[in-house]
């Protein structure tokens, strides 16, 4: 499949798991903005007879064009689909109204939307709408009129959309919070539920302007969860509107749409116990053939799993309440090191024993295993009376290194919670499993496959588009800690104030040493400043290295210090208490004004000894 035809499937993930009668009469209402048509194709794909009814067939104008006031088709459907449309209704109540008169009194009514709260605005990203940051949180009321009149559409929140069903009549409505967007959900979570596993490892977020991002959102979803935030703050809506009968029993869908037809999954959670696999395309059937294959022979080889059945066209097993593994560890390492340690050593012995190991020269010390099951890590398991049960084995690859497989267990466990690098750093973990001098090239063998099963190299320019990168959040964080003038003081016109004072640069290493490589001939330095005092006294390069104490015998007047560190911020706030604020940060990655050497002539102390 082309990798076109992939990103054209994204959005169908939204009404690709819901269960539709092909018996029923459904209608999708469609716009030429967003991607309502895809919805529509999704549902025929399914064998779903669909009539496409265009938004503007919703407004008075529409229907007077038609030369009706809206009783065609009153009462005819047993569903109708709106997905991403109601942004551009421009009478939103209306619309919903008008949306019910189609509806059988038995019928459902089903809407996916933007949410104007979405946490990832929050982060930065810019308004889908308006093109501008915090126009939506705002509700847009910044917008000038020309702005006004150029915007094509609009989100709203929890509370409008609600506020609007039912002031269309539908009273009985169950809204699910959508991870990360509506146009490629890969979470969806009841707002009657709580998921019982982290979310932060299992959303991608994607964004409409990664490179104004400057949070990592994911980072924030266990304490959003914790104070009733997080679905509030959905980045999107999918809400289920029956008029005469309940809702469909289901409380978290997880989906893998951008894996492509073949890998394309459901994993639903069920309010009746059970968890369902189910593939969301025909081509993905035998894969739930290969999931129950691995099943056998995973449970043949001592590992423990979930229990599980083909029903019909999925895969049922019971919903576990066990502890997800890797906040197992998390927990376990934060309050028992030696425990951590010995049961981490357990998940070891599981890996290790998983598969036949091939013959290898002894004095190689490494364990081949003939199948290298992927997921068999902290992130599809649970800690249950006293085992490690395991689930979703989908995934295998022959002759694997068994330290690939523990290695990306270690990783889940240290992911977003660095803290745990003071109890036990992650390096000294590595090398408990003999993974530290080859962990590049662990972890390679297993990103290559997982890239080709995802199709992230096909992929690439979508990802590019909407996934931000960790350097532009940091760098973007970092502009926020200064106004624009004093940022560009400190990081870009670094020899600002240079002229007649003391140049000193804070930090001896490789970027004190590049600066000088740079520099020297014009911005000559008086010495170094270090607060290791273990370097202290020496003198490097022909410059002395003091500690930072030297600047309280000195006039702050007199002084120029250039911070050429990595880690800068703590060094500017030390600078900062000691009231020395005449000082930059050099970055040999970023742009510098080239200064004015003249300033340098004659200045007192701005020799090299």
């Known amino acids: 499949m082309s990798s076109e035809q992939r990103r054209r499937d994204l959005p169908k993930a939204i009404i690709k798991w819901y269960d539709i009668d092909r018996e029923d009469k459904v209608a999708c209402v469609v716009f030429e903005n967003g991607n309502s048509s895809l ?33 065609v088709d009153k009462g005819a459907y047993d569903m109708v689909v709106a997905v991403d449309v109601i942004e551009y209704a421009l009478d939103a109540p209306g619309f919903l109204s008008h949306v019910k008169m189609l509806l059988k009194p038995e019928g459902t009514f089903l809407l996916a939307a933007d949410n104007r709260l979405a946490i990832r605005y929050f982060c930065g990203d810019r308004d889908l709408y308006s093109g501008g940051n915090y126009d939506g949180i705002e509700n847009y009321r910044h917008l000038s009129r020309e702005e006004r009149r150029k915007l094509r559409g609009r989100a709203y929140s929890r ?20 991870f990360p967007r509506i146009s490629n959900p890969q979470i969806l979570l009841a707002e009657d539920y709580k998921p019982n596993e982290a979310l932060d490892v299992r959303v991608f977020p994607e964004y409409n302007s990664p490179d104004t991002v400057f949070l990592f959102e994911e980072e924030l979803y266990p304490d959003l969860m914790k104070n009733g935030l997080l679905h509030p703050m959905a980045n999107g809506f999918f809400a289920e509107c029956p008029l005469g009968r309940g809702y469909g029993p289901v409380n978290q869908v997880t989906l893998s749409g951008e894996r492509g037809r073949e890998h394309a999954m459901a994993t639903i959670i069920r309010s ?12 993905g059937q035998k894969r739930l053939n290969l999931l129950l294959d691995n099943h056998r022979y995973l449970t043949e080889h001592g590992v423990d799993l979930v229990h599980m059945e083909r029903r019909g066209n999925s895969l049922v097993m019971p919903c576990v309440s066990g502890i997800p593994a890797t906040d197992y560890f998390r927990e376990l390492l934060e309050k028992d090191r030696d425990m951590f340690l010995a049961k981490l050593d357990i998940f070891w012995e599981t890996i290790l024993g998983s598969s036949e190991q091939l013959p290898v020269p002894e004095e190689n010390g490494e364990v081949i295993l003939e199948r290298g099951y992927l997921d068999l890590v902290s992130l599809n398991c649970f800690y249950l009376e006293g085992k490690f049960v395991f689930y979703d084995q989908e995934l295998y690859l022959e002759h694997v290194p068994a330290k690939s497989i523990m290695l ?24 408990r499993y003999g993974i530290e ?12 496959f997982l890239n080709e099963l995802r199709g992230d190299d096909g992929m690439w320019d979508y990802f590019r588009r909407g996934r931000r990168e960790y350097g532009a959040v940091m760098k973007n964080r970092e502009r926020m800690n200064y106004s624009s003038e004093e940022h560009d003081r400190i990081f870009r016109d670094i020899f600002y104030h240079a002229r007649g004072r003391r140049l000193y640069l804070f930090g001896c290493g490789r970027y004190a040493k590049r600066f000088r490589e740079t520099y020297r001939d014009t911005y000559p330095a008086a010495g170094y400043l270090d607060n290791d005092e273990r370097l202290q006294g020496r003198v490097i390069d022909g410059l002395l290295v003091s500690g930072p104490d ?43 004004s080239p200064g004015y050497p003249e300033e340098m002539s004659g200045r007192e102390g701005a020799d090299e000894h």
Do not use: W
């Not at 509370?159 to 009985?172: D, M, P, R, S, V």
């Not at 990306?408 to 090398?431: A, C, N, S």
């Not at 001098?437 to 290559?448: E, N």
């Open 39 to 71: 919805i529509a194709e999704a549902m025929a794909e399914d064998g779903i007879s669909v009539t496409c009814i265009p938004l503007s067939r919703f407004t008075r104008r529409g229907n007077r064009e038609r030369g009706c006031e809206g009783d």
């Open 159 to 178: 509370a409008e959309l609600t506020g609007f069903l039912e002031q269309a009549g539908f009273f009985g409505h169950r809204f699910f919070s959508v």
């Open 437 to 448: 001098k080859l962990k590049d090239i662990y972890g390679g063998h297993v990103s290559d």
């Open 550 to 592: 030297l600047l309280l015998e000195m006039n702050p007047e007199e002084l120029k210090v250039i911070i050429c560190v990595k880690d800068y911020l703590p060094i500017v706030k030390q600078l900062r208490r000691e009231g020395v604020h005449n000082f930059s940060v050099y970055l040999p990655d970023v742009p510098q």
């Open 408 to 431: 990306r267990t270690i990783e889940f466990i240290y992911k977003f919670h660095d803290h745990l690098d003071g109890i036990l750093p992650r390096e000294t973990v590595f090398g």
């Open 272 to 283: 009746d116990g059970l968890v369902e696999k189910r593939a969301l395309y025909p081509e």
